[in-house]
């Protein structure tokens, strides 16, 4: 069974940094890309940071590029998100993904999301 289990959420003063990470089980992890979502009630998810499965290209949206850096562990089977310079709008609950085809149709695997709370 597919599994993801994040931690590393908290509550963190702007301009501040936490580290988020996702351990995976159940599928064979290096052979697929990994994502980080995020999400505020009312909302719809937003895709934050996406790595190819050999960690060679990454991508960010545009209101975290700079500050936010994806990153993965193979051998670990772990997929981090190093956040920098939070402001209050990175307010969130963060969520791990991966995307897999079954049958010609994209099924989502989510962890069960750790809060990120950015407030003085």
């Known amino acids: 069974q597919v599994q993801l289990v994040e931690s590393g959420g908290g509550l963190v003063q702007p301009g501040g940094s936490l580290r988020l990470s996702c351990a995976a089980s159940?599928?064979?992890?290096?052979?697929?890309?990994m994502n980080w979502y995020r999400q505020v009630p009312g909302k719809e998810r937003e895709l934050v940071a996406g790595i190819t499965n050999s960690g060679g290209s990454t991508n960010y949206a545009e209101s975290v590029k700079g500050r936010f850096t994806i990153s993965r562990d193979n051998a670990k089977n772990t997929v981090a998100l190093q956040m920098n310079s939070l402001k209050p709008e990175d307010t969130a609950v963060y969520y791990c993904n991966t995307v897999r085809w079954n049958w010609g149709s994209p099924r989502d695997y989510w962890g069960q999301g750790t809060q990120v709370t950015v407030s003085s």
């Open positions: 159940g599928f064979a992890f290096s052979m697929y890309n």
